[in-house]
């Protein structure tokens, strides 16, 4: 999990790369004369962008029959809601799971806080991990005072009865000093009086990955590790000139090796002798960098991490000669197939939510939508041609005008376009009537017009 987030940002396992080479015995030994470069290609973040993207880039969309229910669910998902559920995809793609807590803020307003997948430990009722009997959150939190600045774990204990807190301090649990207990929810009587409630479920609900919880990473790794090392090989050997590698030398004149490439690396020139009738010279054993080899591997790992990843290549082949709309799908087949596997575990972790938000609106009165339906829908952001679905749908005259609007690229609300199309041919209707109405002057009566 920790390792998906710092792949994520960059942090690869090639920063720690050392040169190595075969001293003695056989034992390889570590060389800091020699270039290391430390090249990273982040294809891993490129895939998590696009996957987070392709599935949550545009707004989801709430359906209900009932429309008080559909306003009210339409405050509480906004802007920022939507924002947050993009970075618990993120989370959920680069830890496997992704937590969202659902509470109270000091004003009373419903407030959702999202929680990485390293710092929860499930306490799960099922072996299939559908449901939460409780759970353990462990994070770190920096202590000050005047002296020295100490960092102590902070655990948090979440189960029916509220949030228990604690510290674990020079390996001693102990109770948070400043709040070691909480209610999930506290209410404030007429009388002035608070009293204490909780949630009949635990209010963390979880957002997978995929049902086994196995981070995208594991899947690329070694990929992306090997991208990073031929980039950082071939920089490194294409700086290895004669100054830096290895030599054959002819009758010397010297016998220190390090004066030598010392004397080399400042004046750049060699001092020989002739011995014997012997000339001396200067040789180098260089190994040719190919170019093109490179490239062929570097591009069969990127194909690989791509297909591994489950992502797409925008600069697919098949978008060049001919980018109709079967290419475009055939493209997207392996990330519409894993964004599936996703929304089907999201959509259940939104039933799970929406018990949590039915209950606010029961007991804030804004209303009892229990058993009423509704539908989350993902928007997915596909590359499409548009011409040609556009095309599509006009041909389609057996269907009707909602169907075919619904399966418009430019359409994004249906209920607002239909709506626009019966104003306009109401205005086209009164325009039309207006022109053959007879004219009528300030008596009433009808004015010929020549």
């Given at each position: 999990?920790?390792?998906?987030?710092?792949?994520?940002?960059?942090?690869?396992?090639?920063?720690?790369?050392?040169?190595?080479?075969?001293?003695?015995?056989?034992?390889?030994?570590?060389?800091?004369?020699?270039?290391?470069?430390?090249?990273?290609?982040?294809?891993?973040?490129?895939?998590?962008?696009?996957?987070?993207?392709?599935?949550?880039?545009?707004?989801?969309?709430?359906?209900?029959?009932?429309?008080?229910?559909?306003?009210?669910?339409?405050?509480?998902?906004?802007?920022?809601?939507?924002?947050?559920?993009?970075?618990?995809?993120?989370?959920?793609?680069?830890?496997?799971?992704?937590?969202?807590?659902?509470?109270?803020?000091?004003?009373?307003?419903?407030?959702?806080?999202?929680?990485?997948?390293?710092?929860?430990?499930?306490?799960?009722?099922?072996?299939?991990?559908?449901?939460?009997?409780?759970?353990?959150?462990?994070?770190?939190?920096?202590?000050?005072?005047?002296?020295?600045?100490?960092?102590?774990?902070?655990?948090?204990?979440?189960?029916?009865?509220?949030?228990?807190?604690?510290?674990?301090?020079?390996?001693?649990?102990?109770?948070?000093?400043?709040?070691?207990?909480?209610?999930?929810i506290t209410v404030?009587?007429?009388?002035?009086?608070?009293?204490?409630?909780?949630?009949?479920?635990?209010?963390?609900?979880?957002?997978?990955?995929?049902?086994?919880?196995?981070?995208?990473?594991?899947?690329?790794?070694?990929?992306?590790?090997?991208?990073?090392?031929?980039?950082?090989?071939?920089?490194?050997?294409?700086?290895?000139?004669?100054?830096?590698?290895?030599?054959?030398?002819?009758?010397?004149?010297?016998?220190?090796?390090?004066?030598?490439?010392?004397?080399?690396?400042?004046?750049?020139?060699?001092?020989?002798?002739?011995?014997?009738?012997?000339?001396?010279?200067?040789?180098?054993?260089?190994?040719?960098?190919?170019?093109?080899?490179?490239?062929?591997?570097?591009?069969?790992?990127?194909?690989?991490?791509?297909?591994?990843?489950?992502?797409?290549?925008?600069?697919?082949?098949?978008?060049?000669?001919?980018?109709?709309?079967?290419?475009?799908?055939?493209?997207?087949?392996?990330?519409?197939?894993?964004?599936?596997?996703?929304?089907?575990?999201?959509?259940?972790?939104?039933?799970?939510?929406?018990?949590?938000?039915?209950?606010?609106?029961?007991?804030?009165?804004?209303?009892?939508?229990?058993?009423?339906?509704?539908?989350?829908?993902?928007?997915?952001?596909?590359?499409?041609?548009?011409?040609?679905?556009?095309?599509?749908?006009?041909?389609?005259?057996?269907?009707?005008?909602?169907?075919?609007?619904?399966?418009?690229?430019?359409?994004?609300?249906?209920?607002?376009?239909?709506?626009?199309?019966?104003?306009?041919?109401?205005?086209?209707?009164?325009?039309?009537?207006?022109?053959?109405?007879?004219k009528t002057n300030?008596?009433?009566d009808d004015v010929?017009?020549?």
């Open positions: 999990m920790i390792d998906g987030e710092r792949y994520y940002e960059g942090k690869h396992d090639i920063l720690h790369v050392k040169r190595t080479v075969i001293g003695e015995g056989g034992v390889l030994t570590e060389v800091d004369n020699l270039p290391n470069h430390h090249v990273i290609d982040n294809q891993y973040a490129k895939m998590v962008n696009q996957k987070k993207n392709y599935l949550l880039g545009q707004p989801f969309v709430i359906q209900s029959d009932n429309e008080a229910y559909s306003k009210a669910l339409n405050e509480v998902f906004n802007k920022r809601f939507m924002r947050m559920m993009k970075n618990i995809l993120e989370d959920s793609l680069n830890e496997g799971i992704s937590y969202l807590y659902v509470g109270y803020d000091e004003e009373g307003h419903l407030k959702f806080t999202k929680l990485k997948g390293h710092e929860v430990v499930p306490l799960w009722k099922d072996s299939d991990h559908t449901e939460l009997d409780g759970a353990i959150r462990f994070y770190p939190t920096v202590i000050e005072n005047r002296h020295e600045k100490r960092i102590v774990e902070k655990i948090e204990v979440y189960n029916t009865d509220g949030v228990y807190r604690m510290t674990l301090d020079d390996g001693r649990l102990i109770a948070d000093e400043t709040n070691p207990y909480e209610p999930y404030s009587n007429d009388d002035g009086s608070e009293e204490c409630l909780n949630w009949v479920n635990i209010p963390i609900i979880p957002f997978k990955y995929n049902s086994k919880e196995i981070p995208l990473l594991k899947k690329v790794k070694s990929l992306q590790d090997g991208i990073n090392q031929i980039l950082s090989t071939f920089q490194n050997n294409m700086e290895e000139d004669s100054r830096n590698t290895i030599l054959v030398l002819v009758n010397y004149d010297g016998q220190n090796l390090g004066e030598f490439r010392r004397n080399l690396a400042q004046y750049g020139a060699v001092k020989v002798r002739s011995r014997d009738g012997n000339s001396g010279d200067v040789k180098s054993l260089q190994v040719e960098v190919n170019a093109e080899n490179y490239k062929i591997i570097l591009e069969l790992f990127k194909k690989a991490l791509i297909e591994n990843a489950m992502g797409f290549d925008a600069k697919d082949d098949r978008l060049a000669g001919n980018p109709n709309q079967m290419n475009i799908q055939s493209m997207y087949s392996d990330i519409d197939l894993d964004a599936n596997d996703i929304e089907t575990g999201f959509q259940a972790s939104f039933e799970q939510l929406l018990w949590f938000i039915n209950c606010h609106f029961s007991n804030t009165g804004i209303g009892n939508f229990e058993n009423e339906d509704v539908e989350v829908i993902f928007n997915r952001d596909m590359l499409m041609n548009e011409s040609e679905i556009i095309d599509n749908v006009n041909k389609s005259t057996d269907l009707s005008l909602e169907t075919r609007l619904a399966n418009h690229p430019w359409i994004d609300d249906v209920d607002d376009e239909l709506e626009k199309i019966e104003k306009q041919k109401d205005e086209e209707m009164n325009s039309y009537i207006n022109a053959f109405q007879p300030s008596d009433g010929d017009e020549e």
